[in-house]
């Protein structure tokens, strides 16, 4: 007679199994709790799980950030989460997952503990290229403010204006303006460059604020076509916008707006707002190259 043996698998091991789940669950509910037994039983703080809200794998601290649940991403970040630790799929870090999520408060915390404003992901897309592309102001307007580079471009040299414009979010453009973003260069989406963006969506005002910040219009070849042919109606149709840019090429423009193109382009980069509040010049001349 053969005498059977059994295989008895300890009970840690069968709840270890699917603690990836337990884990993504927690997060995905908002479940304290469950998060600080499955760490506290011996669970990374820096595993990667699937996140189901995504259908990614990112890391637990991520997972956090882009639901928005700050009392479980305190918790990771004291238990020795790293906060600028990248997924494997992407290279993003828990910011970019919170400027995905949409997350102003967590971007907040996560840049007060000195989260890298200008981290890349695998397509070197920074995280105010990914707020820009959801068009969330609160949070870009935090990122400037802690050093964030507005002029960063990604692997498809897309700068976060490039995205802002493309997407249409209106009050994004005109921070990123301000904030010294104007780059002209063509990408492979959209109409090609931010200012051919903005004749499209009709943005007549920031289309404006972008000349007056000192735009380059070498790379706008269409534009080149209507100012030949500007006297035909036809050829420039009922878009206001384009007829803006028209009237400004035409209009002489003035010593005061040459110097404030020429000072904020010597200060272009990070911190350019702030770099101009400190000039030792006048109140009104700051607002004037602010754009206030």
Known sequence: MTTRKWCVIPMAFTVNFDR?????????SNDLHTVQQL?????SVN???????KQENTTILAGACYAGNLDIVDYLLKAGAYINHKDPCYGRTPLHWACIGRQENVTLYLIKNKADVNCVDRDNVTPIITASMVGCQNIITSLLNN?????????LRASAIHYATFYGHSEVISTLIKSGC??????????GTPLANLVHIKDQENCKLLLESGYNLDNEEWLSDFQ???SMSNSIGSNSTIKTILTWLQTPRSLESYCRIVIRKCMQGVYLQNRVSNLPVPLTI???????
């Open 228 to 230: 030949r042919h500007q």
């Open 182 to 191: 104007n780059s002209n260069n063509h990408v492979i989406f959209g109409q």
């Open 39 to 43: 760490i506290s039983s011996g669970m």
């Open 147 to 155: 050093g964030a580079n507005p002029c960063a471009v990604d692997r």
């Open 20 to 28: 990836d789940g337990q884990m993504s669950q927690a997060i995905s």
């Open 286 to 292: 700051k607002n004037y190259l602010l754009f206030l």
């Open 47 to 53: 595993s990667v799980v699937h996140n189901p809200d």
